[in-house]
């Protein structure tokens, strides 16, 4: 018999989980210009089986069917879905096992398999145009479509009459998702694009690779994007050298430099098409360790080599002097652009205390190169604020405390491998409504923008090796699951979307969501309504415990809304 039910997005349900402990959703609200996302639970359990692995044709009507995108979720393997020291009772699971996330097309040119004794789901997006005027009523049937003989001799499907149907209102409220304020800039790695497809970097194929991921980037929220000046110093340690992946050409001619921007300005053409506001140029300094420069290849005298590589202290003369031209010719450049006032820069990543003295060594060297520009870093300590050594701090969320009490004129937060109790973060074993409870936590706290690592990273920690993102989603061991990336690389260059990605989504228009409110209400008003739906204050600590909790957030928004637009 087969069973369905339309659930949440907020629901991550496994093959061997039990349909009827999940809830029906029920006439959910969204606004106008909103994706809202939904899915259909499926099952052939018990007595009055399907045919063996029958198809099925989907069929979607409604007044809202044109604008609704239905994807398979798919289950991957997980090795290490938290760490075995950290974590809490929230957690979905915590063995290895089989977890679903990515979100690939139907099969068989647009239906459905069913499996027996498995509980799977379709993913169900529906992408609400901001003069939409009908009726948000939906209908989703299932039915068995038997391979038969056509009259040419070709086999066709032929669809029986359907075996389920289920159904839901979405409450269209007549006001308008506001544009997204926030920045969002999730770290994005060309080099490892082109080491999965093994394409030369930067070829024509490498750019319409990464045209086709930064088109998915920007659609679901991304407005900022990592732009690799040089080869990133990121996520690498000695003797291992990641790709050379650098968009600025150096060329060393008798000792003179040169520099080549035309792949940095194909670049930017890139994401003007689709539609990224915001650069963030490339860390000047070595990540860890501290001490040394980023990697920087070049063409000196004829032969490409690497020219600055684990010999190279980050302070030697060589270095800054290199720095020095580099960053004075492509500042020059952005500005002949007229796009030098939408890059962020970036000194070094995570400094740690003991590392504050050289860190304002770092930035002095550099620093009147890139004076009036925005500079950010990534950090856990008050004192690289409160020096001046960062002017826009971006701590951690389990850090933000005592950023939050000084009062940043621009505050961002970030979160990566640590903040696994307590806090949001968007590892596969996690409940999607922790994952979305960022967007509360942000609005709240006046919080610019956000900051995480890993939009598509494919190596292992020491980027020593590429992983194979479909069997390893943990960077060998190294982070919880889902930590790396957020999107799959699919055979045809363009990405596999992933339900963190999504929730990501979800998060930000929650945001906006708050933020349309805020015009008929003040922020105490729209925070006191929210904390009221979960019964304690938002903080960093404290996201939503249940699938419950968290819709009935987004929904008591959504009537706030109403009650002042009449609907």
Request: aromatic content about 12%.
């Amino acid at each position: 018999m087969l069973k369905t039910k339309l659930v949440s997005s907020q629901i991550k349900a496994f093959l061997d989980d039990d349909i009827d402990c999940f809830q029906t959703i029920v006439q959910p609200s969204v606004l106008l210009g909103e994706r809202f996302s939904m899915q259909l639970l499926y099952v052939d359990a018990g007595e009055d089986r399907l045919p063996l692995r029958p198809i099925c044709a989907l069929n979607i009507e409604g007044d809202l069917a044109e604008y609704v995108t239905v994807r398979d979720v798919r289950n991957l393997p997980v090795e290490r879905p938290i760490d075995p020291q950290k974590y809490d009772e929230q957690y979905l699971r915590t063995t290895p096992g089989l977890y679903p996330d990515i979100l690939t097309p139907l099969r068989y040119g647009g239906k459905v398999v069913i499996a027996r004794d498995k509980l799977r789901s379709l993913w169900i997006e529906v992408d609400v145009p901001k003069d939409f005027e009908g009726s948000g009523k939906l209908s989703f049937s299932l039915a068995i479509a038997e391979a038969v003989a056509g009259d040419t001799g070709f086999i066709a499907f032929e669809e029986q009459p359907p075996v389920s149907t289920d159904t839901v209102e979405l409450n269209v409220i007549r006001a308008a998702l506001p544009e997204q304020q926030t920045l969002f800039t999730q770290w994005f790695y060309p080099d490892c694009l082109a080491s999965y497809y093994d394409v030369e970097v930067w070829s024509d194929r490498h750019f319409e690779i990464i045209e086709n991921f930064l088109e998915g980037y920007a659609k679901r929220g991304r407005n900022m994007v990592y732009t690799p000046i040089l080869t990133p110093a990121l996520n690498v340690l000695p003797p291992y050298l990641r790709k050379p992946c650098q968009l600025v050409e150096v060329v060393v001619n008798d000792g003179v430099y040169s520099f080549d921007f035309s792949h940095l300005d194909r670049w930017i053409d890139i994401l003007d098409r689709v539609g990224i506001r915001y650069m963030e140029i490339s860390h000047f300094f070595h990540q860890k360790p501290v001490q040394y420069a980023a990697k920087v290849y070049a063409t000196v005298d004829g032969e490409y080599k690497l020219l600055f590589g684990w010999e190279t202290m980050a302070l030697s003369d060589e270095y800054i002097d290199f720095l020095r031209r580099m960053i004075s010719a492509l500042v020059a450049h952005l500005k002949a652009r007229g796009d030098d006032m939408r890059c962020y820069y970036h000194i070094a990543d995570e400094p740690k205390p003991n590392t504050l003295e050289q860190y304002l060594k770092k930035k002095a060297a550099i620093a009147d190169l890139i004076k009036g520009y925005p500079v950010m870093d990534a950090l856990a300590e008050i004192e690289f604020y409160e020096s001046g050594a960062v002017e826009i701090p971006v701590p951690v969320t389990s850090s933000i405390g005592p950023f939050l009490e000084r009062g940043p004129e621009e505050l961002w937060t970030y979160y990566a491998c640590n903040q696994v109790v307590g806090y949001s973060n968007c590892y596969l074993s996690m409940p999607s409504w922790r994952t979305r409870s960022l967007g509360m936590q942000l609005y709240k706290f006046h919080v610019k923008g956000f900051l995480h690592w890993g939009y598509n990273y494919y190596n292992n920690r020491a980027s020593g090796d590429a992983i194979n993102p479909y069997l390893d989603l943990a960077g060998e061991d190294w982070v919880n699951a889902g930590d790396t990336f957020v999107v799959y690389p699919d055979m045809d260059g363009k990405p596999l979307e992933s339900i963190r990605l999504m929730t990501f989504e979800e998060a930000l228009q929650d945001i906006r969501a708050m933020e349309l409110c805020e015009k008929y209400y003040s922020h105490d008003e729209v925070v006191r309504a929210m904390e009221e739906e979960l019964g304690a204050p938002i903080t960093f600590e404290r996201c939503a415990h249940s699938e419950d909790e968290m819709l009935r957030v987004r929904e008591r928004i959504n009537r706030m809304i109403a009650e002042k637009v009449g609907r």
